[in-house]
């Protein structure tokens, strides 16, 4: 098992250019979710998806949309990057949103954006 | 003032010291409180899940809630520079959402 995985590692855009952070698990979980990290600030929740077909907004949902694509992948967009998005994304997945019995949120390993 | 505080270090500590790790929160509604280590350049996973108030052990580490003074504490015996790393607390109240401290930096001196 891979567990979370994300695509890109690494990425340097220009401002007003767009990107689509990707995201899979192999896990079979239901819940999906997209953080931003900054120094500082710790982890922040920019959206989440608690099943297959839904999706809602975390603390700092401006300048980003989400997909759920199916039951392993959920992307990330920025439509027109600002310096101000320059920051460690991660993706994290959770066998069911609403239960913490023996549970815990999988994070990948992060994309490491940059906006000049 | 965000909902969860956490200092943000560095913290500097020799081999085999006790290593207390805290933060506070000002949500009453929260009632899960997690530990995640997350290693340089690594995402968080988790150390220690508490729910309520109360201590919970497992082996070298110890999490302690304190919800009449809204404080949340890990503590870390016989610390190894293995445990180099930084410490995020993390709070719920619905079990939907996390909300996370900003992160200690701790690094253990061989």
């Known amino acids: 098992n891979a567990g979370v995985t994300q695509t890109p590692k690494f990425q340097v855009l220009k401002t007003g250019q767009s990107m689509t952070l990707q995201c899979a698990q192999d896990?079979?979980?239901?819940?999906m979710y997209w953080y931003r990290q900054d120094p500082g600030m710790g982890l922040r929740l920019i959206y989440y998806?608690?099943?297959?077909?839904?999706?809602d907004k975390g603390e700092v949902p401006n300048g980003y949309n989400v997909s759920r694509l199916n039951k392993r992948e959920f992307s990330l967009r920025l439509e027109s990057a600002a310096p101000s998005q320059t920051s460690v994304y991660f993706c994290?997945?959770?066998?069911?949103?609403?239960?913490?019995?023996?549970?815990?949120?999988?994070f990948g390993p992060g994309t490491r954006l940059l906006v000049l | 003032q965000k909902e969860v505080e956490q200092d943000p270090g560095p913290l500097s500590v020799p081999e085999g010291a006790i290593v207390s790790l805290n933060c506070t929160y000002s949500?009453?509604?929260?009632?899960?409180f997690m530990w995640y280590r997350q290693y340089s350049r690594k995402g968080p996973e988790l150390l220690m899940y508490?729910?309520?108030?109360g201590n919970k052990e497992d082996g070298r580490f110890t999490a302690q809630v304190d919800k009449s003074s809204k404080y949340i504490s890990l503590f870390i015996r016989d610390s190894q520079p293995s445990d180099s790393a930084t410490y995020l607390c993390?709070?719920?109240?619905?079990?939907?959402?996390?909300?996370f401290g900003s992160g200690t930096q701790l690094t253990v001196l061989p």
């Open positions: 994290a997945s959770k066998l069911l949103a609403g239960s913490y019995y023996q549970e815990t949120q999988y």
């Open positions: 896990m079979n979980h239901n819940s």
């Open positions: 998806s608690a099943s297959e077909g839904t999706t």
């Open positions: 949500n009453s509604a929260f009632q899960y």
């Open positions: 508490t729910y309520s108030s």
């Open positions: 993390a709070a719920s109240g619905s079990a939907r959402q996390l909300t």
